[in-house]
């Protein structure tokens, strides 16, 4: 693929993200929505990991877990984080920062319902982030889940959902010739977003 060393930027990030998104979602690579996420504790030991983002509007940036996972602990005593998209094919990535808050139970609900029986399962089976003795141990619950699920479908259990991380700055990074990459960072202000050009 060609290099672009200028982002040919809007005045709103989220359509910025949206063009730059529906570009890699067109390729119909598996995973094209993975994202990594970043949260922290309260003392602000940071840690990361590979999410799938599930949603995004003006509202924010959606993804679903286990409310006592790691990262659904962190959240709930520090809800700051960052997302960071890397789309290597097209030399590009983004980074958001801003705050982390649960959706709804209804968004959450009507999530948990598209997915596959097999994925229903699994998030009533996790105790995620939990010490597991073997996985054996999860294979057995799993066997046991879908016996008491042969005749109805396994509603989401309280302790999973979803987050929204509602975004306090952009930054959108294209990789340039002689690594003269462009950046462009937007942050929020009254009735818009100020853009600014960064050095690489």
Same mark, same amino acid.
């Given at each position: 693929?060609?290099?672009?060393?200028?982002?040919?930027?809007?005045?709103?990030?989220?359509?910025?993200?949206?063009?730059? !998104?529906?570009?890699?979602?067109?390729?119909?690579?598996?995973? !094209?929505?993975?994202?990594?996420?970043?949260?922290?504790?309260?003392?602000?030991?940071?840690?990361?990991?590979?999410?799938?983002?599930?949603?995004?509007?003006?509202?924010?940036?959606?993804?679903?877990?286990? !409310?006592?996972?790691?990262?659904?602990?962190?959240?709930?005593?520090?809800?700051?984080?960052?997302?960071?998209? !890397?789309?290597?094919?097209?030399?590009?990535?983004?980074?958001?920062?801003?705050?982390?808050?649960?959706?709804?139970?209804?968004?959450?609900?009507?999530?948990?319902?598209?997915?596959?029986?097999?994925?229903?399962?699994?998030?009533?089976?996790?105790?995620?982030?939990?010490?597991?003795?073997?996985?054996?141990?999860?294979?057995?619950?799993?066997?046991?889940?879908?016996?008491?699920?042969?005749?109805?479908?396994?509603?989401?259990?309280?302790?999973?959902?979803?987050?929204?991380?509602?975004?306090?700055?952009?930054?959108?990074?294209?990789?340039?010739?002689?690594?003269?990459?462009?950046?462009?960072?937007?942050?929020?202000?009254?009735?818009?977003?100020?853009?600014?050009?960064?050095?690489?």
């Amino acid at each position: 693929m060609d290099n672009f060393d200028i982002i040919n930027s809007l005045a709103d990030p989220f359509e910025q993200f949206s063009a730059w !998104y529906s570009a890699v979602e067109q390729t119909g690579r598996e995973n !094209y929505n993975a994202v990594a996420l970043s949260t922290a504790d309260i003392s602000g030991s940071v840690s990361s990991r590979i999410v799938l983002l599930k949603d995004f509007s003006q509202r924010g940036f959606v993804f679903f877990t286990n !409310y006592n996972s790691r990262k659904g602990k962190q959240i709930a005593v520090n809800p700051r984080g960052a997302m960071l998209f !890397y789309w290597p094919d097209f030399r590009r990535q983004v980074r958001i920062e801003g705050e982390i808050f649960r959706t709804g139970t209804d968004e959450s609900d009507a999530y948990f319902n598209s997915r596959a029986r097999g994925h229903k399962l699994n998030a009533l089976a996790s105790q995620q982030s939990s010490q597991l003795e073997s996985r054996e141990t999860l294979l057995n619950k799993k066997e046991e889940l879908s016996v008491i699920y042969s005749e109805s479908d396994p509603q989401r259990p309280e302790g999973w959902g979803g987050f929204r991380l509602v975004p306090l700055m952009f930054e959108f990074w294209q990789e340039g010739a002689d690594r003269f990459h462009d950046r462009l960072e937007y942050i929020p202000k009254p009735g818009g977003w100020t853009i600014r050009r960064l050095y690489p």
